[in-house]
């Protein structure tokens, strides 16, 4: 069987992934099965040391932790992101024009939240982004 061994155990890596993205990085559910197996197939008369295994789950709590982190700063900021941009109603603003690409002043009329963030009508121009905007008054 050609794979990885995984040490302390006799299970063995198989199958493989194109995308590169899944290739760098386990979720949660994989270690978790990774793990289960690893407990179910170790060699009953070389037993993986109890100290190492309880590392295993400290470092897997700390690492779902820190995704639980990352995800909530995610909606926080996209949170603070659309709060930002829903003040900016009724505000004089001055903003890149993305059809001319010169400084343009107007008002700020409507939000809309779109799937990458809020996007701003300001005069007559709508879908204008918020990074756009250089100045408010």
């Known amino acids: ?32 099965k990774l793990l289960a197996a690893q407990a179910k197939m170790q060699d009953p008369m070389n037993p993986t040391d109890s100290t190492a295994q309880i590392a295993q789950l400290a470092q897997f709590s700390s690492l779902e932790q820190m995704l639980n982190v990352a995800t909530e700063m995610g909606k926080l900021r996209t949170s603070n992101t659309n709060s930002a941009a829903i003040q900016l109603v009724g505000h004089d603003v001055t903003f890149k024009s993305p059809s001319t690409g010169l400084p343009t002043t107007g008002t ?10 809020p996007l701003l009508t300001i005069g007559s121009e709508s879908g204008i982004d918020p990074a756009y905007i250089t100045q408010v008054r």
């Open 108 to 117: 700020v009329s409507q939000v809309t939240m779109g799937e990458s963030g």
């Open 1 to 32: 069987m050609n794979g990885a061994t995984i040490p302390g155990s006799s299970v063995k890596k198989v199958g493989t992934t194109t995308d590169s993205s899944k290739q760098s990085s386990m979720d949660k559910d994989a270690f978790l």
